[in-house]
């Protein structure tokens, strides 16, 4: 049997019933993950129902062995859980192991193991939608957290020739570029406060920009403080791709509408890691057109509730 057949028999508990699937986090309120999800379930006519879970910190290793044992098909994971849920996990792979974090759990012959899709869906939506290919490119990302660390590591692993890691917290920037870094060593990847006096000069324009910070969202009315020559390193003459992982029009695109090649948020994205995980569960390829018209149905709705 082949192992995606393998896995369409595994979606299904001994009794018939489609085992269970979704989202844990907290708050989790918010997600568009169910609608996501749900469209592809829809599509290939299965029962499943992708649900999401409020599950607070002192919670997550009883809901964790609670899934284990209910033989759940999987889950999403987000924050504030992606890092801790690696001290409950059987087994991770080496991009888990890389980022220092999960966002994919599957349930499989009594086995937790870890995924993480961030940076697969991340070099999906840049190909999608703007036909970016990193290698031999100059990038600059801002913050260091997970999700830069995801965002330097997909860069890195396609061959980028310069990456700069910029953070308010210096030192939160320098351990990613100590860590990540080191597995790279024909890429130039280092560290420096956000402050755009120390980035290198326009001598060496960027082609990427991308946040990953919350920087502007808590006013958002104000202008994103950072400049879109500054951020680019080079004079306007649209040819810089920026992209901010949150969702949305947030400051930062309101930034640099008027001078980049290519704006881009961060719902393509949340599509296609979801759409990996999709595919890691069913052996089943997601429908992603479908995802994402499902994607921004459930986004328009939530924004005119």
């Given amino acids: 049997m082949s192992d995606t057949n393998n896995k369409q028999a595994n979606l299904y508990n001994s009794d018939g019933s489609p085992r269970e699937v979704g989202v844990i986090g907290h708050p989790i309120e918010h997600s568009l993950s169910p609608a996501i999800h749900n469209a592809a379930f829809a599509h290939y006519h299965l029962p499943h129902r992708y649900q999401k879970w409020d599950v607070a910190p002192s919670d997550l290793l009883r809901f964790l062995n609670e ?14 859980h992606k890092e801790a849920v690696l ?8 991009i888990v192991e890389a980022i220092g974090a999960a966002n994919t759990l599957l349930v499989e012959a009594d086995v937790l193991t870890g ?3 961030d940076p697969a869906g991340f070099l999906e939506a840049l190909q ?4 970016y290919e990193p ?29 700069v890691v910029a953070n308010r917290t210096f030192e939160r920037a320098a351990t990613l570029v100590n860590e990540i870094g080191p597995l790279f060593p024909n890429v130039h990847i280092f560290a420096t406060p956000l402050d755009p006096a120390a980035w290198p000069s326009n001598r060496n324009p960027r082609t990427l920009v991308v946040n990953t910070t919350s920087l502007g969202l ?12 500054a951020l680019s390193g080079r004079d306007p003459d649209r040819h810089t791709i920026f992209f901010d992982l ?17 704006v881009l948020d961060g719902l393509t ?20 057109d479908l995802m994402l018209a499902a994607a921004r149905n459930a986004l328009t709705a939530r924004d005119n509730h």
Wanted: no cysteine; proline share 7%; glycine share 10%.
């Fill in 87 to 94: 001290r409950y996990l059987d087994e991770w792979d080496d």
């Fill in 218 to 229: 808590l006013e958002p009315d104000k202008p994103f403080p950072i400049s879109p020559e």
């Fill in 67 to 80: 899934a284990w044992i209910g033989n759940y098909l999987g889950l999403n994971v987000t924050v504030p």
């Fill in 135 to 163: 290698k031999g490119k100059r990038t600059l990302v801002l913050g260091a957290g997970g999700a830069a660390r995801a965002v330097v590591l997909a860069l890195a692993s396609e061959g980028a020739v310069e990456i």
């Fill in 128 to 131: 999608r939608d703007a036909n």
């Fill in 115 to 117: 995924y993480n899709t």
């Fill in 246 to 262: 949150t969702y949305g029009d947030t400051p930062f695109l309101k930034m640099a509408r008027p001078i980049a090649a290519h």
């Fill in 269 to 288: 994205m949340l599509v296609a890691q979801g759409a990996q995980s999709f595919e890691l569960w069913t052996g089943l390829t997601a429908p992603r």
